[in-house]
């Protein structure tokens, strides 16, 4: 393909998205150049008008379009009850489960002294402030199960302690899952989170 060059740029570039390695790229570039008329158009133009305006929240550092995204604006949400996530892509898939109804704070990250990542470089200041400012009585932290995810909620709740109703997201055995294949921490976790049934 010698004279392909914007077609070998528009490749590589869908091979630097995550998920995509260069044949998956190929795979979906060929595809997009062959439906051009139903695909390449939209798609350029809705890329053109994300990267126009896409924004984090001002108030939850969600990724909408509008400075304060459609959940915060939402009046049925319960505003007592924030749930804290890591990142952009938890908070959708909390709403995609839909089974939270209240509002959300995301970090943007987590505590990590190996990154040189600190409380100030997270939103958790901000998320300090909202707990005085809003009407909160419960946080749940929805934070992964790494190390780094652990000793972040660790400090958050250190910070909020006494001062708000601090819940986790149970952890262990997933659905579907046999003991055999699961991971020793994750079954430290299911036993120590145990229920009565």
Not at 21 to 41: C, E, F, Q
Not at 82 to 105: I, P, Q, T
Not at 125 to 135: H, M, Q, T, Y
């Amino acid at each position: 393909m010698r004279d392909g060059g914007d077609i070998e740029a528009l490749i590589a570039m869908m091979a630097r998205l995550p998920g995509l390695g260069p044949r998956s790229a190929r795979r979906a570039v060929l595809h997009m150049i062959r439906k051009r008329g139903l695909l390449m158009g939209p798609l350029a133009e809705l890329m053109t008008r994300v990267a126009r305006d896409a924004r984090e929240c001002l108030n939850c550092g969600n990724i909408g379009t509008q400075d304060i995204c459609d959940i915060c604006q939402d009046n049925q949400r319960n505003n007592g009850l924030l749930c804290v996530v890591e990142d952009v892509s938890d908070l959708w898939a909390m709403e995609r489960a839909g089974v939270f109804k209240g509002r959300y704070h995301v970090l943007g990250g987590t505590l990590s002294a190996l990154d040189q990542i600190g409380p100030d470089e997270l939103r958790i200041p901000k998320l300090s402030a909202r707990v005085d400012s809003e009407e909160i009585t419960e946080v749940i932290l929805a934070l992964n199960a790494t190390i780094d995810g652990q000793t972040t909620a660790h400090y958050i709740a250190d910070q909020l302690d006494g001062r708000v109703a601090l819940t986790s997201l149970a952890q262990g055995v997933p659905i579907g899952g046999e003991l055999d294949y699961l991971d020793e921490g994750t079954i430290t976790a299911a036993m120590n989170a145990r229920k009565p049934i």
